[in-house]
């Protein structure tokens, strides 16, 4: 059974500080890694995807792979009250075009 | 702009009415997925379509059924709805799997929440 694990916080953030997410997957062939951002009583919207180890970084947002450890991070600098939200982690299944789906981690900007 | 669309975004039903729900898509995306999201939970997948190849995931109850007349549209029909489907219901699609392109990227309407009185 694959699985996609992501602490449900809350995690409390003091605004303008860098915000952590952690995100840790079972299956060692996942090749690529999904990062959304999902307002309260809203849909889930695509901010990031990485499939290399490494860093990728767009905007204030980097996503962290690291494929020997099994885990992805989401770093979110300069942390704004608008990034409040919860963050999920997803994975693609090898054998198909479906996602795992963590689920999720509620993130709070501290004005 | 190229998008998924749902309607209604608001549904409220009696318990055991029937109910649908609708999305649209303006993407000419190959995949088109239904999801049922409860609060604080991870999106949980109904089934999906591959062009017209249904696909039901094996936990899906009965009483959900859905439709794809064209590559636009896509309907989830809720047959006898219980306490226990409120729910938001979200749509998603994907291109096609086997486009030298592809991610898995998964792209989302704003989802219609159900409300069961």
């Known amino acids: 059974q694959k699985e996609v694990e992501q602490n449900s916080g809350p995690l409390s953030v003091p605004e303008g500080a860098i915000a952590s997410l952690n995100c840790t997957y079972s299956d060692r062939g996942s090749q690529s890694f999904f990062w959304y951002r999902q307002y309260s009583g809203k849909s889930p919207e695509l901010i990031m995807f990485i499939y290399s180890n490494g860093d990728k970084e767009d905007g204030r947002f980097t996503a962290q792979l690291n494929k020997a450890s099994q885990y992805v991070s989401l770093l979110i600098r300069d942390s704004q009250p608008s990034d409040s939200a919860t963050y999920l982690c997803?994975?693609?299944?090898?054998?198909?075009?479906?996602?795992?789906w963590g689920a999720g981690t509620k993130l709070i900007i501290k004005p | 702009d190229a998008m998924v669309i749902q309607n209604p975004r608001y549904q409220v039903t009696q318990f055991g009415k029937p109910v649908t729900l609708s999305c649209s898509q303006t993407l000419n995306h190959n995949v088109m997925y239904w999801y049922q999201q409860k609060s604080s939970q991870a999106p949980k997948l109904l089934f999906h379509?591959?062009?017209?190849?249904?696909?039901n995931e094996a936990d899906t109850p009965d009483n959900f059924q859905s439709r794809r007349p064209n590559t636009s549209f896509c309907f989830l029909d809720i047959r006898s709805p219980g306490l226990g489907d409120a729910a938001m219901y979200l749509c998603?699609?994907?291109?096609?799997?086997?486009?030298?392109?592809?991610?898995?990227?998964?792209?989302f309407g704003p989802g219609t929440r159900l409300t069961v009185l």
């Open positions: 379509y591959y062009d017209k190849d249904f696909n």
């Open positions: 998603a699609t994907s291109r096609d799997p086997t486009s030298a392109t592809f991610t898995d990227t998964q792209y």
């Open positions: 997803a994975v693609p299944m090898d054998s198909n075009y479906q996602l795992i």
